[in-house]
């Protein structure tokens, strides 16, 4: 199946910096990318859902200015979590597929993920 | 109400033991509908889909019922690699797009 890479695969910060995470796609064209987000025990939250070169589409109740993404190329996702706080650890997932949004049918694929701790 | 609702578990199993899963969901108007895998702090991973017609893959065996809005795994012959989290997912359409929605999973432990 195809391969999507997240970087880094955890992080540990202060409260109040910014973190950013990487997630591509690497052996396909990523039209459309999505990131999720999973507190312990609990199912995976769809945060934002992206396609290439356009604006991110954030889920009701997430902040678009605390939670930054950029789908700048078909191969390239980040999420930027800004002026982080303890209650914003968490394990975060992206996703790619490679159809557009309004299909169905097309597979998504997750990256390993990344587990941010904020002190 | 949760979109998908799953018993949390976990399931403790002897190996080789029969075990079966069920997930309800609540908007009719869901489309997709699969099983994924989690294992500890890891990404999901696509276990397979499911029909209405019912699909075997295996020793896995799942099945939808459109009309009760729920779906079923059963793992025959447990074995201790299964040992992980289950998640019922369904797609809806929604607000333009078409979405993952996740259940919480329901944790299988298998033991020997």
């Known amino acids: 199946g195809a391969v999507v890479s997240q970087h880094p695969s955890w992080v540990i910060c202060k409260s109040g910096t910014s973190v950013k995470i990487e997630c591509r796609s690497l052996d396909f064209q990523a039209t459309t990318m999505f990131w999720y987000r999973q507190f312990p025990k609990q199912s995976l939250m769809l945060m934002a859902t992206?396609?290439?070169?356009?604006?991110?589409?954030?889920e009701q109740g997430v902040e678009k200015d605390k939670f930054l993404i950029n789908h700048a190329s078909l191969t390239l996702s980040t999420l930027t979590v800004t002026s982080a706080h303890p209650e914003d650890s968490s394990f975060y997932i992206c996703?790619?597929?490679?159809?557009?949004?309004?299909?169905?049918?097309?597979?998504?694929?997750f990256g390993p993920g990344t587990r941010l701790t904020v002190l | 109400r949760k979109e998908v609702e799953q018993d949390p578990g976990p399931f403790n199993v002897p190996e080789g033991a029969t075990v079966a899963f069920n997930c309800t969901y609540s908007?009719?108007?869901?489309?997709?509908f699969f099983w994924y895998r989690q294992d500890c702090r890891k990404e999901p991973k696509l276990l397979m889909s499911?029909?209405?017609s019912g699909n075997e893959d295996g020793r896995f065996t799942a099945q939808l019922n459109r009309a009760s809005q729920y779906i079923s795994l059963l793992i025959r012959d447990s074995k201790l690699s299964d040992s992980a989290t289950y998640l019922c997912?369904?797609?809806?359409?929604?607000?333009?797009?078409?979405?993952?929605?996740f259940g919480a999973g329901t944790r299988l432990a298998v033991h020997p």
């Open positions: 499911v029909y209405s």
């Open positions: 992206s396609n290439e070169g356009s604006k991110a589409t954030y």
């Open positions: 996703s790619a597929r490679t159809g557009f949004l309004r299909t169905t049918g097309n597979e998504q694929f």
């Open positions: 908007n009719s108007a869901s489309q997709s």
């Open positions: 997912v369904v797609t809806l359409f929604s607000g333009g797009y078409n979405k993952l929605i």
